[in-house]
């Protein structure tokens, strides 16, 4: 049988002592676990920055692999520690949206588990550090074979992310900017099935803030003037706003969870 893979991501960053101790909890139970780490530099409680990267990392993993994701501003509070598992593997961490896009794009929830049994925690769960106590044990001992039915309750809701919603008005799709990326490409929550059919070459009708525009769909970011906007289907599948070899986010002064308009879909 091959080891499982347990995958990590938090905005714990690597000064601090968190993600050894995660590591050193999921090593303690489950000695076998192979762990790769998605990221540790998510913006500090960032969960939609978190959401983000974990949706575009985990479809690439083998089936079975269990994911820990930790942005988590409210721990210590009433929101839930959950699994959810789904038919290519399992998703750890708090019920307050972080999970939520890449278990959906995961050809949906199966089962959603509270954790709950204190068995299959650490002895001592501190108000703060769940990621250690509570997250880390839950996929060692999935990694070792528990059933998710041992962990707690079924639950059939999950917290839903207010970035994960579009508005269709008349002619409009209303979305945001889910996420910058490191060279500036604004990558909006416009998933290219909810965009309809699109034709390389023609015009996407858009306003980001006061800027009304008209971008060319390009097949690739040098298929336009270079420093000239763009509109792109990127590699994650979703509606970008491009400059051929410029930041768009600086030119258009735009952040993530900026209000962005497509007319005419």
């Known amino acids: 049988m ?22 050193a909890t999921i090593l303690s139970i489950s000695p076998d676990a192979k762990i790769v780490d998605i990221s540790h530099e998510v913006e500090k409680f960032d969960v939609r ?28 509070t ?54 250690r106590d509570i997250f880390a044990p839950a996929a060692a001992h999935l990694a070792n074979g528990v059933n998710v039915e041992e962990f707690g309750l079924e639950i059939h809701k999950i917290e839903k992310p207010q970035f994960a919603g579009i ?34 070459g023609t015009e996407i009708k858009a306003k980001i803030k006061r800027n009304k525009l008209k971008l060319k769909l390009c097949r690739a970011y040098a298929e336009e003037r270079k420093t000239r906007p763009l509109a792109i289907i990127g ?17 258009f002064k735009i952040k993530e969870g900026d209000r962005i308009t497509i007319y005419h879909v």
């Open 2 to 23: 091959p080891c499982p893979i347990v995958t990590l991501l938090s905005d714990f960053g690597l000064k601090d002592p968190y993600v050894a101790e995660m590591k």
């Open 49 to 76: 920055t978190g959401a983000y990267i974990l949706a575009c990392a985990a479809p690439y993993f083998p089936k079975g692999t269990i994911h820990v994701a930790v942005v988590d501003p409210g721990v210590g």
């Open 78 to 131: 009433q929101r839930q520690p959950i699994i959810i598992q789904t038919s290519n593997g399992y998703y750890i961490g708090p019920d307050n949206g972080v999970l939520a896009l890449a278990a959906e794009n995961d050809i949906g929830p199966r089962s959603i588990h509270r954790i709950s049994n204190r068995s299959l925690m650490l002895s001592k769960v501190s108000s703060t550090f769940h990621g």
């Open 167 to 200: 508005i269709k008005r008349d002619n409009m799709l209303i979305g945001e900017a889910l996420y910058i990326d490191s060279f500036g490409n604004i990558i909006t929550n416009f998933a290219l099935e909810k965009l309809g059919p699109l034709v390389i």
């Open 235 to 251: 590699s994650q599948s979703f509606l970008e706003i491009s400059i051929n070899q410029g930041n768009a986010a600086e030119y």
